[in-house]
């Protein structure tokens, strides 16, 4: 298994079809044809350079089946015009809204897979320009597969995905609450980022942030909030009060099972599962915001310099994500931690994050601060303030990685504290070392 990111800048020019690739350069990979990939976008054009819209683009594909969901939430609009607005598709990889509601400001659909990464083909071309990152799994001893998955049942009932043919260890959820359309547009920005993972003991492990911001929002009381969850792989967070969520509850074979959660509503998520032929270690959590004794991870994100995150294991990559929420399971609809979010995948020879922030209504009547930055981090989390101002509230990025976890170097500490979530893949799983295979291990030593 290889992991690798790749960053484009999306055409702006040329007439429709315009084909893009999304590929690495060189290292690692670069001659290989990848399986499955995970598209992400946000507004800009060149790394770490923020810029005045709040874009969260999200895609997976195995190149068979593709889902695309886009959020964005304009920026300097008058009180109650402002459009935050989510956009689906169940053929593309890339689906972006425009300010105007229900307008489409960019499609790219996948088109095939190549040496070092992907092609796709722009149908709409985006009006403003933009990085697209992929993060692409390689190997012939991987198996995956995407399905767009729909609790119906009713709450805590459990349902099971069809049989995938494999049986999964790792699980990448995006979600933005409802079933994927054609082409369909809806008012309030919704955004899901989910992991789950079966460790080496078999147990799973879960976590998954999910946001709302409302449309049209009114001075100082724009409804939403943003939520992080230990318990959940994808969760509805709604206006005033939250929905459904899903759990992984069994692995199950080749048909893993989730179990609906906290509300009866219907709850979608497409997922990318993943098998390794050959064990890994896997971890899924998130990281208290100080130090609990006795080697537990942890993150401190108060002050800067380089931090030691214990996973028990020798990450060969690793994703991310960063909230300025300091309290697990909770909904905050507070001005200060709506649409705060950033992801970051590192995986050896790279790392990549993209980020976003919806800002919110000031007192003068106009939405203010929405921004967006992808960026060379790990972490990237920018900061609302009044006025429009723009402030990292912190930043992280990888140092190293040691046979207990990680290293990674907080260069802008946050005055409060802040969650964030690690998913990691390890190194090959040697198994328990039996008699026979110890005696030929002394046998080689002589």
Known sequence: MIIRCAVSSAPTAGTPPVTQDVKVASGPASTLTPKATLYRATAGTTLGTEVNAYRMLLGMTDGTTSRALGAMAENGSAVGAQDCRTRIANAHVIDAPLGASGAVNGVAAFSSFGAGGSTVSWSDLLNAASLITSVDWYGDDIDVKVVEFTHTGSQNATQDVPDLGFAPDLAVLYSHWSAYAADSDSADGRVGIGYAVKTIAGTIEQFCVSDQNQDAPQVLTWKGGTRLSDTRCAYRTDETTDGAGLELTSWNGNTPTFTKRDAAENISAAILFVHFRTPRALRAIVLPTTDPGGGAPWLDTSTTGNKTIALGMTPVAYAMIGTMLATKNSTNTTNSTRSVISEGWWTGPESVCVSIQAGDTNLAGTSSATRSVTSSKLVD??????????????????????????????????????????????????????????????????
């Open 381 to 446: 989390l920018l900061k609302p303030v009044a006025g429009g101002t723009l402030v990292r509230d912190w930043a992280a990025s990888h140092v190293d990685v040691t046979p207990a976890g990680l290293v990674v170097n907080i260069d802008t500490a946050s005055a409060a504290a802040r969650l964030s979530a690690i998913v990691a893949i390890g190194g090959l799983d040697p198994g328990p070392i039996l008699p026979q295979r110890r005696w030929r291990r002394q046998l080689g030593r002589m």
